[in-house]
Every structure is written in structure tokens, then in C-alpha cells.
């Protein structure tokens, strides 16, 4: 071995009981599922009978050619089933030969099944190298994706998976497993110091591409994880957005891809419940914030706020106030972020503050409340970013449930910034009238009550048009 070779230990394979998955899996959060179990499933069914709903399918998942294991999988995550993306990407994903794919659907609609399906098909269990190759813009999505995978191939023996993010701790491990899910820094330099076999990887999957490949370093990153791999590799991009500027780049990425995309109209999730609030100044927002933290514990709650300081002054402020939160941002090192993570997914902590960081892909049930403390915008802070406004109220309203996504304004500018994202979006927003607080609460308390007791969306819709 030369000198300048890695020192390389022994791969360590992720297992099922170490896997994040939410929406009726085993590991549950802080809303226990069995509480609601019953009338959730009730009203899933009727969305997904109605050919409207992006929760309809015609078919179920045996009609989907799906292996018994993975059926198996799949039956243990408590789906029943498929959604529409589900329903419409597997079997072109699954074609022979495989065919890239570019595809889009609503936030918590299911993509992640959809492409991890289409990974565990093509696995040859036989030969213990890498395959398949899921990246994520966070190492948050990136550990909830390879919880997902895990779970559903529990059955398929001898199956191991495996994490690429950063971790000091083990810099010279080989990552001896089938399928791997990482964010594209990482695995760049490990396909780099070849402690990532590439020549037997047969699918490169980028979760939430839109922005994988828009946003400047993790273009460059995924661009060359690419070219570091086999020619002939399946190329699968998914996402809730993909604006115009990137679909052509996206075109490019993955040549050739059977499309499946929605008009941005079609974007918004009727489950969530899009409210603002207008605060006459900055600084009465904090005042705001801590009206609304009994609401918030309720059940799970996610502040988005726009910078790191912000994200951790609210903290600070907040916890010296006698609340419990949480705060997840760029700034912390990749154990600290796990553990903050891992505490809210478990509901131990119910309130997170983080930045754009956890926008998107995240899943955890529990969360009805999503509060824009800062109205999202484009980096230079003037322009409005409606695919992040979408991400972020993403957050709540998953598979079905329902949710409130509630925005501050301050001023002129963040009202104008709103605006334009109702508009892009050609969605109702429903102010709250502040001067009446018991009311408000009373309102929110319903829709939170709400989606613990399945209640429909036309009936919540009912519930605040009243507003
Ligand atoms: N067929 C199904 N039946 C029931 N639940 C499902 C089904 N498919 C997925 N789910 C659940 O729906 C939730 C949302 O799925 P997922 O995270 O894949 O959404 P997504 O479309 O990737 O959303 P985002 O755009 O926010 O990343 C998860 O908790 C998942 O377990």
C-alpha cells in the first residue's frame, strides 16, 4: 500500500432500528400514531379515492410489479396505498432499460417512496458494492432518506445501506454496501479517494434537484459526483419545485428523462392552512411568536427564520424566557445537528428554530404549525423565494394530514414579498386579526384538534373562511 492511500476500516452498515421514518413506520415521533390511527386512515382512503387529490391511485402496489419483499417493506410502513407519483413514476422508473426520470409532485405526497422503490428493485442483493446513490442537500434529509430505504428493504436479506456525510470520525471508512445516501460534498471526496466504488453504480437519484443543482457548490458538487460515475447510469431528479431556470439545466443533468411536472398553480397542498399575521413592527414579532408557544406545543411546531443570528437570538431569548426549544442551523457541527434533530423527531423537543437549512424534504408527522418568522427570500433579502414558502410550509399538512402555515409581515416590504408569493402560487392567504387573540387561538386550536381527528379539508376550509 503506498503511503498516500487512505487507511481504510470496515464499512458500517446502517440498520432499521437506527432508521427516521415517520408516517406510520415503527419509529414514531412525538404523535403517536395508534392515538389517531383509526380516523386517519379513514380519511386517507377517501383522498385517495378522489381522482383529484395528489394522493389518488388507481392501482395498488401489487399491480406495481413490486418484489414480495418489497411489498412486505411497504406493508410495514403502514401504506396501503400508492400516491399519484407513486402510482405514475414507478412503472417508468422501472422500465427496461432504465430510463432517466425527472418528476415532481407536492410536498409530502410521497417521492421518496417513489424513487426508493425504483433503488431496491434494481439491487442485486449478490454483490455487496455500491449501486445506487440518493443525494440530498442536507445531511438531515440525507439520514431521513437512508431511514426510509432501511425500513423498506428490511426484508430484502442481506441488504446494507450506508450514509455518506460529513463525519470526522470515520474519514477512512469503505463504504462497502449497496445502496448509499448522501449530501454531494462528501461523496465527491470519497468517489474522489475511491472509498466509493463507482463502476458498479447503476442509479444516481437527486432528491430535492431544483435545488441540488441550482444552488451554486452543490451544482458544481452533484456535476462532478456525475462524471465520477459510470456513463450509462439511470439519472433521477425529483422535486416539489422545478422552476424555469432549471429545467433546462435539468434537461441537461438528466438527458433523454420521461418528465412528469406540474403547473406551479397546482403546487399547494389543500391540507395547509395558509395564514398571516401583520405585525405593526420588528420588533413586536418576538411579542407575536411567544402569543402563539402554547399553540405551538401542541403538538410540533417549526420556526423558519432567515439567518443563522436570528435562528440562534430567538433561542437564546426564548429559553431564557422559560421555554423549551430547540435550534438547528448551519453553524453547528454534524453531531450536534443530529442530536437536535433526533430530539424533535422524537418529540422530546417541540419547538425547532432553524433557517432555510431544514426547509425542504423533512417529514415528521407531528408538526401542524409552521411559522415564517421571516418571510422567505432570495439571498440578496428583497426578492421573494416562493419555491422556499413552499418547501417550508411543506414542512406541516404530510400525506394528508392538515396544518397551518403562518407567515409574519412587518412592513411594506415583507407584505409585498408575501404578496408575490400568494400570487405566484394563485393561492388564498387569510389574514389573522390580532386584535382578537382568544379568537385566534381558538381557531388555530380547531385546525391543530383537527388534523388529530381527520377532519376533511372542506371542513377546514369552512373553519377559517370565517376569518
Ligand atoms: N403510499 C403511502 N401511503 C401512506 N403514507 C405514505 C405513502 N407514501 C408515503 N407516505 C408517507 O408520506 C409522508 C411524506 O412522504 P415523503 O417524505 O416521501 O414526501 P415528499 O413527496 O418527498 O415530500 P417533500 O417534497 O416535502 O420532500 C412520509 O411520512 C411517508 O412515510
Not at 439571498?379 to 394530514?401: K, N, S, V
Request: charged residues 25%.
Amino acid at each position: 500500500m503506498s503511503t498516500s492511500e487512505p487507511v481504510t476500516e470496515p464499512a458500517e452498515e446502517f440498520t432499521v432500528a437506527q432508521a427516521q421514518v415517520d408516517g406510520g413506520g415503527e419509529v414514531a415521533n412525538g404523535s403517536p400514531l395508534a392515538e389517531t390511527e383509526y380516523k386517519v386512515e379513514v380519511k386517507l382512503a377517501d383522498m385517495q379515492a378522489d381522482p383529484n387529490n395528489p394522493l389518488y391511485s388507481a392501482k395498488s402496489f401489487e399491480e406495481l410489479k413490486l418484489s414480495d419483499e418489497l411489498l412486505k417493506g411497504i406493508q410495514h410502513m403502514n401504506f396501503r396505498k400508492p400516491s399519484k407519483i407513486q402510482e405514475k413514476a414507478l412503472p417508468l422508473l422501472l422500465l427496461d432499460p432504465p430510463t432517466n426520470m425527472i418528476a415532481q409532485s407536492q410536498s409530502g405526497t410521497g417521492k421518496t417512496a417513489a424513487f426508493s422503490l425504483n433503488i431496491l428493485s434494481r439491487i442485486d442483493i449478490s454483490r455487496v458494492e455500491p449501486q445506487a446513490l440518493a443525494l440530498a442537500p442536507s445531511r438531515e434529509l440525507a439520514r431521513q432518506i437512508l431511514g426510509v430505504i432501511t425500513h423498506m428493504g428490511q426484508f430484502m436479506e442481506g441488504l446494507k445501506t450506508m450514509a455518506a456525510i460529513p463525519d470526522p470520525s470515520r474519514r477512512n471508512q469503505r463504504f462497502e454496501a449497496h445502496v448509499l445516501v448522501g449530501t454531494p460534498g462528501t461523496v465527491q471526496e470519497q468517489l474522489r479517494r475511491k472509498l466509493i466504488k463507482a463502476d458498479g453504480i447503476k442509479i444516481l437519484v437527486l432528491d430535492e434537484a431544483d435545488n441540488m443543482l441550482d444552488q451554486q457548490g452543490l451544482g458544481e458538487q452533484c456535476t462532478r459526483v456525475k462524471t465520477l460515475l459510470p456513463k450509462s447510469i439511470q439519472t433521477v431528479l425529483f422535486s416539489a419545485t422545478f422552476p424555469p431556470a432549471v429545467i433546462n439545466y435539468a434537461n441537461r443533468f438528466a438527458p433523454n428523462a420521461n418528465v412528469l411536472t406540474l403547473a406551479h398553480e397546482e403546487l399547494t397542498i389543500e391540507g395547509i392552512k395558509q395564514l398571516y399575521i401583520d405585525i405593526d413592527k420588528d420588533n413586536d414579532k418576538y411579542a407575536t411568536l411567544l402569543k402563539f408557544y402554547g399553540l405551538m406545543t401542541q403538538a410540533s411546531s417549526i420556526i423558519f427564520v432567515r439567518t443563522r443570528r436570528t435562528a440562534e437570538e430567538l433561542e437564546k431569548r426564548m429559553v431564557a424566557e422559560g421555554h423549551k426549544v430547540a435550534q438547528l442551523s448551519g453553524a453547528l457541527e454534524g453531531p450536534e445537528r443530529d442530536r437536535v434533530i433526533d430530539q424533535f423527531r422524537s418529540g422530546e423537543a417541540k419547538v425547532l428554530i432553524t433557517t432555510n437549512v431544514l426547509a425542504r424534504g423533512i417529514d415528521v408527522e407531528s408538526v401542524t404549525m409552521v411559522i415564517n418568522y421571516d418571510v422567505p427570500t432570495m439571498a440578496d433579502g428583497r426578492e421573494a423565494d416562493p419555491e422556499t414558502y413552499l418547501h417550508r410550509i411543506g414542512r406541516t399538512g404530510r400525506f394528508g394530514r392538515v396544518g397551518v402555515a403562518l407567515t409574519f409581515v412587518h412592513d411594506r416590504q415583507s407584505w409585498e414579498q408575501l404578496h408575490a408569493i400568494a400570487n405566484y402560487f394563485k393561492t388564498d392567504l387569510h389574514p389573522i386579526d390580532t386584535s382578537d387573540w382568544d379568537n385566534v387561538e381558538e381557531m388555530i386550536q380547531n385546525i391543530i384538534k383537527s388534523s388529530r381527528a381527520g377532519k376533511s379539508t372542506k371542513e377546514m376550509t369552512e373553519m377559517i373562511t370565517g376569518l
